[in-house]
């Protein structure tokens, strides 16, 4: 998988948390090794690797990968068993075998599938063996004026035999797309790591602002600090990150939310602070203000603040391209093997 798509990868389990971790360190690498252009650094990586879907042209916040593992042994048994088909017809039933997002997607994995990142992993139903397993990736990206033609580009030239690859799509809106986005990196992020809130507000602001190189500009960074001077944007000063009071208090407010659930009130780069602390603070810094904030109570205030941070209720089309070909080709070695 080419590095900007694990990068974004939503990732369950304690093992591909640690794989999910690792582009952090290259991020913090000295500025020259970081400094190459993004197009350079990633085009070769996907070119090499023939089976690499290229995904470069989609700013990191709106595209999320998923990947899950499938046992064919107990899927066979399944078809077999329990829907009770010959053994023949299982085989070209199982061909056309494609999961639902939920499936890909949900906390829990089910039975036929499950999650590993070992070398040697055993299905947890069946304790069958690796050469049981193939891998499902789901992309999915947000649909946007920045991701329409990107997505259309990509969807053309995508093969088309076998059905390698499935299309679909659901509608969504903004505030539950940002819940889902907070709880992916919630589980990759480590509150009691120093970095973590960095890795967070870096994560927010590739959100915000898709079209800046975040990775290069958190690249050696060592603190995020609120501007004095500007009134929007950022500068970066030295090892240094300031934004502006609305960026500033927009990234607080992300910390408070994605750590809030791991400990009594959430940790933020201002020291662990809870909602009335929080909200005051805001107040204070005139945020509250800023973006209009008038309610009075702070739950009222925090929804109104999710609200505009989010973009609420408003609709979102989601765009999910699901990649069968190692399932493909796995169902063909298992059925050439016994038949
Ligand atoms: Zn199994």
Known sequence: MATASKKRATK???????????????????????????????????????????????????????????????????????????????????????????????????RPYFDSEEKHPRCPHCDAARRWHARFTLHRVEGSKLTDAPRRALFKSLPKADEQFQISDEKSTHRAVFFQWLDALGRRLDFAEEGSLLEATRAYLERAEPRTDWAEVFAGLRSVRRSQRLAEGWERDGARLFLAPALYGDALLVQYLVSRAHAHGGVTLEGRLT?????????????????????????????????????????????????????????????????
């Open 12 to 110: 369950v389990g304690k093992k591909r948390e640690t794989a999910a971790k690792k582009p952090k360190v290259v991020a913090k690498k000295p500025k020259a090794q970081a400094k190459k252009p993004k197009a350079q650094a990633k085009k070769p990586e996907a070119t090499a690797k023939s089976r690499e879907i290229d995904l470069s042209e989609f700013p990191t916040g709106a595209l999320t990968t998923h990947t899950r593992l499938v046992c064919l042994a107990c899927i066979f048994d399944l078809f077999t068993e329990q829907l009770g088909l010959a053994p023949r017809t299982a085989y070209s039933e199982i061909k056309r075998h494609a999961p639902s997002v939920e499936e890909l997607t949900s906390g829990a994995p089910a």
């Open 275 to 339: 909602l009335h602390e929080l909200v005051r603070r805001l107040r204070q810094t005139g945020y509250l203000e800023a973006r209009g904030v008038a309610e009075r109570d702070q739950f009222d205030v925090l929804e109104t603040l999710i609200d505009k941070l989010t973009g609420g209720d408003e609709t979102v089309k989601l765009h999910y391209v699901l990649d069968r070909r190692d399932f493909l080709d796995r169902v063909k070695t298992v059925y050439a093997h016994y038949s």
